[in-house]
C-alpha cells in the first residue's frame, strides 16, 4: 500500500504543480498580449518583483509580525474565553441559562460591528485587533467546550464518581481532556477565523498589518502591490492550514491508537 500510495501523492502534487504554473503562464502571456487587463490584474513577474523587493527592504517583515501577533494572541485568548465560559455555563445551572441564548444570540450577529466600539476603547493599535479576533474565535471555544461536555460518556462518569473522584479530579482527568481533543479538531476553523478577524481589523484601520499593505495599495491603485499582499495572505494561511492538518492527523492517529 505504501509503495502505491507516495507515488499517486507525488503524482496528485505533480499535477497541482502544473496546473498552477500553467495558471501563472496563461496570466503572464495573456496581460502581455492585451487579452487581459494589466490595471486590474498586473503580471505574476510583477507581483515577483514586488514580493522580493519587499523582503529584500525588510518592508515585509514588520507588517506579517503585526497579523501573526493579532491572530496568535486572539486565538489563544479567544479559545480560554470561550472554554471558560463553557465549562461556566455547563457547571454552575444558574449562569448556563443566563448565557446560553446571549452567546447563541451573539453568534448570529456579524462580529465586525463591534470594531468601531473596540476601537474606541483600545485605539488603532494592536489590542482592538486582538480584541476583534477574540469577539470571533470566543464561540468557537464556547460551542466546542459545550459541546465536549455534553458528549462526556454518562458510563464513564458515573464510574468516576462511583470511584470517589471529587469535582476538580473528574474536570481534570475527564472533562479537560474530552474538551482538549474537540479544541485540537475544531483548530483549523479557529486559525482560518483568527486571521480573518486580524486581516479585517487590518482593513478597517491599523497602523501595521498585511491588511494594511493591501488597503494602502488599493488606495493608490497599486495593483501588483495588492496582488503581492493577497499572494502572501494565501500562501500564510495555506502554511498554517498544512501545519495544523499534519498535527490532527498525528492526534488522530493518536486517539484512533488501541490502548493497551
Known sequence: MRRTGIPAVAAVRAAQAAIVGGLLVGWEVGVRRGWLSAEFLSRPTAVGAVLVEWIRSGFLWPHLAATLQAAIAGLALGLVLGAALGFLAMF?????????PAMSTLNAVPRVVFYPLLVLWLGLGMASKVGLVVTI??????FTTVGAVR??????????????????????HLYLPATLAWMVTSLRTSVGLAFIGAILGEYLGSMRGMGNIIMGAQNLFQTPQVMAGLVLTLGLAGAVDTILAHLEGRWSAWRRAPQT
Open 151 to 172: 458528549e462526556v460518556d454518562r458510563l464513564l462518569l458515573a464510574q468516576v464518581r462511583i470511584l470517589g473522584a471529587s469535582p476538580g479530579a473528574t474536570l481534570r
Open 137 to 142: 474565535v470566543a464561540f468557537v471555544g464556547y
Open 92 to 100: 454552575v445551572p444558574a449562569v448556563g441559562e443566563m448565557i446560553e
